[in-house]
């Protein structure tokens, strides 16, 4: 049996680091936000005979005054134009200067997003991110209440709190950096993939710590209960990583074959979903172990 949470002091250290580095990208560059988040243009042009190529694009609508313009190739010869101007005369205009380099050029798409649906869009995120956390911790505290010694019901839902924002803040910090250097977006797909690694991270959680309660239900008094959760630890650990697995290789078959869309979306499930396996194991029933400690030392 391994000695995991005799190891926990050097998973602090690791996950501190992230987190402490997060914040410093964050702080320093932020997030490059999409149209989402925005507001602009979102137009997607397909030329059926001939290849569109995006320097061409970038350089076109320079000349039109666009220099913000972020341009994706799709599938199907297509691609998306993305800039932050909504304007209808600004927009024919960028139809009528491509239509002269590529008369054949087809519009199928045009979406338009004003600053006031893009901050009421920021706002929507935040109390959807915060009201799930909130809900995860009064959830794992009741359902854990059964199990209030040696530690409180309500720590186990503050474990899993604290290694779920363990997970977001890395996944969202990594994020800064991909759009500081290599202009990755985020939008409203990207809050999306942030409850989904909540969902994830906590179930992988919650299954560490059913079978603590399981081990604390059937155990003797005499029992320790840094034993206890370690023995727990290494008969889920192997479950835990194995299904953590099979959900990240299928994401990188679809990350690697799927569309230029998505793309971003699959990337943050990644992201989160190996640092959610990393936390539940390493991270969330070590943080039991030292309160239980403490609350028995004062």
């Known amino acids: 049996m391994y000695d995991i949470l005799g190891k926990r002091k050097y998973f602090y250290v690791f996950s501190g680091i992230l987190m402490i580095l997060s914040i410093i990208t964050l702080s320093t560059w932020g997030l490059k936000y999409g149209l989402d988040f925005t507001g602009g243009t979102l137009m997607e042009i397909r030329n059926p005979k001939s290849e569109i190529r995006n320097n061409e694009i970038k350089s076109l609508l320079k000349e039109v005054g666009i220099e913000d313009a972020v341009v994706t190739p799709t599938q199907n010869n297509s691609i998306l134009i993305r800039y932050g101007n909504s304007d209808d ?23 338009y997003i004003g600053p006031s649906i893009s901050s009421e869009l920021k706002k929507k995120a935040v109390w959807a991110l915060a009201i799930a956390v909130v809900g995860i911790a009064l959830y ?12 409180a019901s309500w720590k186990y839902g503050a474990g899993a709190v604290i290694a779920l924002v363990h997970d977001v ?7 800064s950096v991909l759009g500081h250097f290599l202009n990755i977006e985020v939008d409203t797909t990207f809050i999306a993939a942030l409850l989904t690694i909540l969902g994830f991270s906590v179930h992988d959680t919650i299954v560490v710590y059913d079978r603590t309660r399981e081990n604390l239900m059937r155990g003797s008094s005499g029992d320790e209960f840094d034993g206890t959760v370690n023995r727990s630890l290494n008969e889920t650990m192997a479950r835990s990583i194995n299904t953590s697995l099979t959900v990240i290789i299928t994401l990188l078959a679809i990350f690697i074959f799927g569309g230029e869309t998505i793309k971003n979306f699959i990337l943050a499930l990644l992201i989160g979903i190996t640092f959610g396996t990393y936390s539940s194991i ?16 004062f």
């Open 89 to 111: 005369e600004k927009n024919k205009a960028v139809l009528t200067k491509l239509r002269e380099k590529y008369p054949e050029i087809q519009n199928t798409r045009l979406d």
């Open 140 to 151: 794992i505290a009741y359902a854990f209440r059964q199990v209030s010694r040696p530690v």
């Open 169 to 175: 803040l890395i996944t969202v910090g990594i994020f």
């Open 282 to 297: 390493f991270v969330a029933s070590a943080l039991m172990v030292d309160w239980w400690k403490y609350s028995r030392e």
